[in-house]
């Protein structure tokens, strides 16, 4: 196999991906409605993404912001 550093932008997208699916299956193991609080940050966007491609009713999605800037996680 080639190494790590000669993957092309497709495998390394594969293999995000992948690992992005095995997480959440991982912690997505719930008794109740499993939701998500938005930080705006392209990390929490992706796990939400992720996560409509894999349950049967798409997951509740929030996103805060507060009048104070000082407190606004944007």
């Known amino acids: 196999p080639a190494s ?3 993957q092309s932008v497709g495998e390394w997208q594969e293999e995000i991906r992948a690992k992005v ?3 959440l299956a991982a912690h997505k193991i719930a008794d109740v ?3 998500a609080f938005l ?3 392209v ?3 992706v796990v939400v993404g992720a996560s409509f491609t894999s349950v049967a009713s798409p997951p509740v ?3 805060v ?3 104070c800037r000082l407190l606004d996680v944007f």
Do not use: F, L, Y
């Open 39 to 41: 930080s705006g940050g």
């Open 4 to 6: 790590r550093s000669a």
């Open 65 to 67: 912001t507060a009048p």
């Open 21 to 23: 699916d095995e997480t």
């Open 61 to 63: 999605v929030v996103s």
């Open 33 to 35: 409605p499993v939701g």
């Open 43 to 45: 990390d929490s966007s």
